[in-house]
């Protein structure tokens, strides 16, 4: 009965550590690459081929000698790998990431690297588990049917924990640690039944347990001026702290940065927002997508009063704890946070705002059905008759996404402006239905708000940096994006291809 129970659980646990890895190695990718279709279909891609080889390489296996301590080899070879994972992992991600750029190739390469050797090993279990368990050809059929449906709600155990228990709880080295420490423990169990012949493996077994209950060392400088760090179920969350500034970082993706003397707005970007004013100076009440630190907000009502109301919609809870715990952010009083997929918010709700400002564009990770012209739309109708939508792009108007956003906007809205902060690569547009104001007309009002609000730096000088606007009659081969055809992806990393090549 014991021999029966080990057997079982090796073939459960094998399918739930294989499928809890496939889950964790976004989080591990993702700082690196981005999380964009190119990274889950690398991944995908890559645990499919192993499982593949997996299986093949396992019945080969199985038809030599078959034994539970051949399947504690396998296991404990497997574990070994996960070792390596655990502590060279984020390292050799780094080092790839920079090497190709992140570039979708180099995301198949690295994921390639880091997880085909667990998973491919723990494909083994399957047919090798089938081929111990055969002993009557007759009942074949209803034996493999059992191991299989046994490994597979082992996979079900092992997505549902990663997804709902290992990444909103653990750090990722904690989730890998407890990961490698069930694979070595289920190498022992198999082992157990032949120590004597099997001592050195089950030796190597028990001393990568033992490795499971250690922090793996942190290769990162020591100046690196981490203060938290959280792994949630939609990215990875990093404060720290350098030079005088706090950092807000998503995925390694500044979100937000504030002095740390004064609590002071120190990103450039948001420093633009209140030209919104300049072109309808009736705004009251603010929407913000995409709060990152919170610090906009503050900074918006510490120019135009405390009677301004903000609300901020960000889809991970965890990112307004994080902004109040440690951005100096202060909701209520007129500033409120609500937790939402910001597309699902403007469509569900019955409010109206005088400014919505989207900021969910950054890095290699932009949700894509936040950008269409469906999206557009929605904000469009919670938008009081002759607001203002800003939009927030990372990159400069001339590449290929946000030349696509622009287009988009311009589908619907009959004037659009766009600025350049000063000292940075973004690119902040403004669409209304207001009829356009000349370059005069713009600076003028610019340099009022200037006299009423002391802004710093002037308003007048950030208008100075308007931009002129890419084509937008089709000559560029860029869409208009629509919920039917949005490759955002694509057209990141079609920028990334171009610098490359020159």
């Known amino acids: 009965m014991f021999d029966r129970l080990r057997f079982y659980w090796v073939v459960f646990a094998g399918g739930a550590v294989l499928m809890a890895l496939e889950i964790l190695s976004s989080r591990l990718l993702a700082p690196r690459f981005g999380n964009s279709v190119y990274v889950w279909g690398s991944i995908i891609s890559v ?28 296991l404990t070879l497997a574990a070994a790998t996960q070792a390596a994972l655990v502590l060279f992992g984020a390292q ?3 080092l790839f990431g920079e090497w190709t750029g992140a570039a979708p190739w180099g995301t198949l390469v690295t994921a390639t690297l880091l997880f085909a050797p667990p998973s491919l090993l723990l494909a083994t279990i399957s047919p090798y588990a089938i081929r111990l368990a055969a002993d009557d050809l007759s009942h074949l059929g209803n034996t493999a049917g059992r191991l299989y449906a046994l490994s597979t709600l082992g996979s079900l155990v092992g997505t549902l924990g990663a997804t709902f228990a290992l990444i909103p709880l653990l750090t990722l080295p904690t989730a890998l640690k407890l990961i490698l420490g069930t694979t070595a423990f289920t190498a022992l169990a198999a082992l157990f039944g032949d120590l004597r012949r099997e001592r050195t493996t089950a030796t190597v077994a028990l001393l990568l347990v033992v490795v499971s209950f250690f922090e793996p060392p942190d290769f990162r400088p020591t100046d690196y001026g981490v203060v938290h760090e959280r792994m949630t179920a939609y990215q990875t969350l990093r404060v720290v702290d350098t030079g005088g500034v706090r950092r807000l970082e998503s995925d390694r993706v500044l979100h937000g940065a504030i002095r740390l003397d004064d609590g002071s707005l120190e990103m450039g970007y948001p420093h633009l927002f209140p030209l919104s004013w300049a072109i309808d100076p009736e705004i009251d009440r603010v929407l913000v997508l995409g709060m990152g630190g919170g610090n906009s907000a503050a900074y918006l009502r510490r120019g135009f009063g405390r009677d301004l109301v903000v609300d901020l919609v960000d889809v991970d809870p965890a990112v307004p704890q994080v902004a109040e715990r440690f951005m100096r952010f202060r909701p209520g009083d007129g500033i409120s946070v609500h937790v939402m997929d910001g597309r699902r918010f403007v469509e569900t709700t019955e409010e109206t705002w005088d400014l919505v400002i989207v900021d969910t564009y950054i890095g290699l990770s932009v949700p894509f059905h936040m950008s269409t012209a469906e999206f557009v739309a929605a904000v469009d109708r919670r938008l009081t008759p002759g607001g203002v939508l800003v939009v927030n792009l990372a990159a400069s108007l001339d590449n290929p996404f946000p030349h696509a956003v622009v287009r988009t906007l311009a589908s619907r809205y009959e004037t659009l402006y766009a600025f350049r902060p000063p000292g940075r690569g973004n690119s902040v547009v403004f669409a209304t239905h207001r009829p356009a104001l000349d370059e005069t007309e713009l600076a003028a009002r610019a340099a009022a708000l200037d006299r009423q609000h002391d802004f710093d730096p002037p308003l007048a000088e950030l208008a100075g940096g308007r931009l002129e606007l890419p084509p937008l009659d089709g000559s560029v081969d860029v869409p208009i994006l629509t919920d039917a055809y949005a490759p ?7 920028h990334d291809e171009e610098i490359q090549q020159r």
């Open 47 to 74: 645990f499919l081929a192993a499982l593949s080889l997996g299986y093949w390489w396992g019945g080969k296996l199985a038809d030599r000698q078959p034994s539970l301590a051949g399947l504690g080899r396998m």
């Open 92 to 94: 050799i991600a780094d």
């Open 488 to 494: 955002v992806d694509r057209l990141i990393h079609m």
